[in-house]
């Protein structure tokens, strides 16, 4: 007798919207049957020419199909020693398809996170990207510990497809005020007058070709409106370009609940979403071939937020290294050669 340490059961798991799902459909399935065949006995003028109950027989394939097909689930055999997978699909507990594959090596479990229904799927591959669906679970941890524990007795190992998902800019959960701080607030402080005079021309032309496109336009025939309408083309540029001199971005930052607030004002008007940040990367110093620097923080692996352009080098590099010893972060210098320098944070002095 074979030794059952060589057969390892995968139970298949599907999201409770798929079961809702299901049920719902064979449950409208069966009564429509029902009602269908109760038809003489429910119809007080009942018409026997007009009945037939093959009607309603063929109205519930439809709903019957969907519910089958949604609540379907798959338990997974592998057979280790003779190299077999077994899948027993059922729905409802009743197992109505069995299938046996047979395969040279598996390759790995993966696990990722559907964005259409947001719930964490897995999969089993082998030979040469074949693969078999194994569970879909809405709880990430536990979706996470699952997938270890099958790479575990299948000894094979893990794609982990969650972790481009947990670096993406992701609104942050909400803090109450009382318990948020100001860890570090960046801003690009207040445009000079003639900027803030030429956005307040722009915007009042802007106003000024809308206004004469609903109102002045209303008043003359079709084709010669036809020939205005490069007014709201016209508006919406102009508009564009006043905006251009009068935005003002600021950016706080909460080290302690791992969450930044990028604000856009315009004037008296402002707008801003706190996002989660799970990792300050570095402050980084860039020269441009024509002599500027950029100044920017990075954050989450590969993204970053301008802090600033600069046209003298010490001057960039001394915000640089102060912003550095704010965010707990190395520095990284790099000339406009593409010649990297790494300055670690316990050798930049507080000067």
């Not at 969650?162 to 445009?191: F, M, N, Q, T």
């Not at 003298?312 to 190395?330: C, H, P, V």
């Amino acid at each position: 007798m074979r030794s059952n340490r060589y057969i390892h059961k995968i139970e298949g798991k599907i999201s409770y919207g798929r079961r809702f799902l299901s049920f719902f459909f064979l449950t409208l399935s069966a009564f429509i049957i029902v009602y269908a065949f109760s038809v003489p006995y429910v119809i007080e003028e009942f018409d026997p020419t007009a009945y037939n109950p093959i009607a309603g027989i063929i109205l519930a394939i439809v709903p019957f199909f969907a519910g089958f097909v949604i609540g379907t689930k798959t338990n997974v055999l592998v057979d280790t020693e003779k190299k077999h997978i077994i899948l027993n699909k059922s729905v409802k507990g009743v197992v109505f398809k069995r299938t046996i594959i047979k395969y040279t090596e598996l390759e790995y479990v993966s696990i990722f996170r559907n964005n259409t229904t947001k719930y964490y799927e897995s999969r089993l591959f082998y030979d040469d990207s074949s693969y078999i669906d194994l569970f879909e679970i809405k709880n990430e941890q536990k979706a996470l510990s699952r997938v270890q524990n099958i790479s575990a007795i299948l000894s094979i190992s893990v794609h982990d497809l969650i972790v481009d998902d947990y670096w993406e800019d992701k609104e942050a959960p909400y803090v109450a005020p009382e318990d948020r701080e100001i860890s570090a607030h960046l801003s690009e402080g207040r445009r000079p007058w003639w900027q803030n005079a030429i956005a307040a021309v722009m915007y009042t032309s802007s106003i000024c070709c809308l206004y004469l496109f609903f109102v002045v336009l209303s008043k003359y025939d079709y084709e010669f409106q036809k020939g205005m309408e490069s007014y709201i083309t016209l508006a919406i540029l102009i508009g564009g370009l006043g905006v251009t001199f009068s935005l003002v971005k600021d950016c706080l930052f909460d080290f302690r609940n791992g969450q930044y607030k990028m604000i856009y004002r315009i004037g008296p008007f402002e707008y801003g979403q706190r996002k989660t940040i799970r990792k300050y990367e570095y402050i980084s110093v860039f020269q441009r071939p024509y002599g500027v620097y950029d100044v920017k923080l990075w954050y989450n692996q590969s993204k970053h937020f301008g802090l600033g352009e600069y046209g003298d080098k010490e001057a960039a590099l001394k915000i640089g290294k102060k912003l550095a010893r704010k965010f707990n972060t190395n520095l990284l210098y790099t000339n406009k050669e593409r010649v990297q320098n790494w300055i670690e944070l316990d050798t930049i002095d507080e000067s």
